[in-house]
């Protein structure tokens, strides 16, 4: 038995009820709709897909933060915001080479939730949770019970990467890393700065985009400390998800001596389109985001129908290139398992 087959990817997600005393982001991330039948409701879809749509939720929980609602236009499956995180009836089905690890994160860990995959980097998974599932997600079938976060782990992790002194940039992922309360970023910050070989603190995330509210004055000290040269890739896709609130917690992330990258996924019916790419380059720029990588889909089961092809993905890349200077152009890339870099597409 495979490890991701151990437990539903559905077991993975915490469901969670608004409580007194938590902070706003987390009310909006308690408050997220996880019902298939409910987002069908509220966006009034059509109901002959919510039985395809709720079993692929059984297999991926459905997921998305309510706000994300206001800028979806109702009746409209096919919105490129929806899109992204609206389970399908095309999840259930296979795909010759798309598979449960289609990146080699298995393969690639040094202990619980840590991985090594390129010179100089360790990758720590610090939370399996996420505020939005993305229907694309290559970690969709990561085996997050068996890479268990939390001190325990964390302390196997920051006893490995002791050891590990050719490491000098330590990237927290997921899931998303700012799931994660303030305080314990903060005891996880602590514990990586105890590290002297550590130069580099990079942070992937959706939140400051899909939960603004997540960029509290705390993490906003926290991510600002000298201590490491710190960069945020948040992970943008479509230009409508740059809502205003969004753009503003970008703004005040980029106040805080960060670097603020994108990466986005390429995606057929999200964002295949050189108009759509362009902007949303031009929107990420004027938020104070660099465009930084522009991902080929990554072969995972279940996603099979958002794949744009590599001769198709170079198109688009060319056409930007006629449209835009090059520092809003980024870079198109394929990540494939057991290479020793991400593969560059030449555009
Ligand atoms: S936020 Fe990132 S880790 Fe979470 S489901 Fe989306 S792509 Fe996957």
Not at 274 to 283: F, I, P, T
Not at 317 to 323: F, G, I, L, Q
Request: net charge positive.
């Amino acid at each position: 038995m495979s490890l991701s087959s151990r437990r539903p990817e559905k077991a993975r997600i915490i469901a969670r009820s608004p409580e007194a005393g938590q902070a706003a982001w987390q009310r909006a991330v308690a408050d997220s709709v996880r019902d298939t039948s409910q987002l069908f409701d509220l966006l009034r879809l059509e109901p002959a897909g919510l039985a395809a749509a709720t079993a692929a939720a059984d297999r991926f929980a459905c997921r998305l933060p309510r706000r994300l609602l206001d800028g979806i236009a109702t009746g409209t499956a096919g919105d490129p915001v929806l899109r992204q995180f609206l389970p399908s009836g095309a999840e259930l089905e296979a795909h010759e080479g798309y598979t449960t690890d289609p990146v080699g994160d298995l393969g690639a860990a040094r202990g619980p939730g840590l991985l090594r995959k390129y010179a100089g980097r360790a990758l720590l998974i610090a939370t399996g949770a996420c505020a939005v599932h993305c229907r694309y997600c290559f970690r969709r079938h990561f085996p997050y019970s068996d890479h268990q976060t939390g001190r325990d782990a964390w302390s196997a992790a920051l006893a490995e990467l002791s050891r590990a002194t050719d490491v000098s940039e330590i990237i927290l992922s997921g899931g998303d890393p700012l799931m994660l309360t303030d305080d314990r970023l903060a005891e996880l910050w602590r514990g990586l700065a105890a590290l002297p070989h550590l130069q580099r603190l990079r942070v992937h995330t959706r939140l400051p985009v899909v939960v603004p509210e997540r960029l509290t004055a705390g993490l906003l000290e926290l991510l600002g400390r000298p201590r490491f040269a710190t960069s945020v890739v948040v992970h943008v896709n479509h230009p409508n998800e740059l809502a205003a609130d969004s753009v503003a917690a970008l703004r005040r992330l980029g106040r805080s001596s960060i670097t603020l990258l994108n990466q986005s996924v390429l995606l057929q019916g999200v964002n295949d389109d050189v108009g759509v790419l362009c902007d949303l380059s031009e929107h990420l720029f004027a938020a104070g985001v660099l465009p930084y990588y522009l991902h080929l889909l990554d072969p995972v089961a279940g996603a099979a129908h958002f794949a744009v092809g590599k001769q198709e993905a170079v198109a688009l890349v060319r056409a930007m290139r006629s449209r835009l200077p090059g520092y809003l152009v980024p870079r198109l890339v394929r990540e494939t398992a057991g290479a020793a870099a991400k593969e560059a597409l030449a555009c």
